[in-house]
């Protein structure tokens, strides 16, 4: 084993039992670390200097997209901060080294309208013509899942979190918790939606009560 091998095991455990991270983000420290460590086949700190990186830099560039270009690096500065932490390295070679690159800008891919169309025609067949009480239920259940993702486009896992107090049927709005525990309230603008709603509320009511999420 190598010294930057023991350095690189080292700070790994530093990151698990001192500062506690999770199970999957020391593993992509792992794999990132080690990576790197292979790649610029140098075995000790004192070696690593700017052209090092620049060329682990540009081979980075070759190989993958900008965010986990950045996201490697990341892992990377974090460690050498770790040497510096520890009196491990006198420098910090990337002091020295100015990173900074664009992500290209990605669209978000969009649902043609005939699509949506065909979809509710098909679910809200499915509910007039199933053929037993059981099918009748989940494709209402459909419905209301997929009228309101459309409505007001929320996310699948703000959905899925939607507790039954968060909706307010007569009112027509529904209180949201996103990501970092953000909450905001949104207005359901479509009596289409609110009607299928209360339908699937009278429907669910007893499952709904049971467990305390709305869907």
């Known amino acids: 084993m190598n010294d930057l091998q023991t350095l690189i095991d080292n700070y790994l455990y530093y990151c698990k039992s001192q500062k506690r991270l999770d199970p999957k983000t020391l593993k992509a420290y792992r794999i990132d670390l080690y990576q790197f460590m292979e790649s610029i086949s140098v075995s000790h700190v004192s070696n690593i200097d700017v052209p090092v990186l620049e060329n682990y830099i540009s081979s980075l560039h070759t190989k993958y997209k900008a965010k986990t270009v950045k996201r490697k690096l990341a892992s990377v500065k974090a460690l050498f901060h770790y040497f510096e932490y520890r009196n491990i390295s006198d420098k910090n070679p990337f ?7 664009r992500e290209p800008v990605t669209l978000p891919r969009v649902i043609p309208l005939h699509t949506i169309e065909t979809l509710l025609s098909v679910i809200y067949k499915q509910c ?8 009748q239920k989940n494709a209402l259940r459909d419905a209301a899942v997929i009228e309101l993702l459309f409505a007001t486009g929320i996310r699948i896992s703000e959905l899925c979190s939607l507790k039954k107090d968060d909706i307010n049927l007569q009112d027509q709005c529904i209180l949201i918790y996103g990501k970092g525990a953000k909450e905001r309230r949104l207005q359901i603008g479509n009596n289409d939606v609110i009607h299928v ?8 009511l007893p499952q709904i009560q ?4 709305f869907l």
């Open 95 to 101: 002091n020295k080294i100015h990173l900074k690159f």
């Open 128 to 135: 007039d013509e199933a053929p037993t009480k059981y099918q």
């Open 197 to 204: 709603l209360e339908e699937y509320k009278k429907v669910f």
């Open 210 to 213: 049971n467990c305390n999420y």
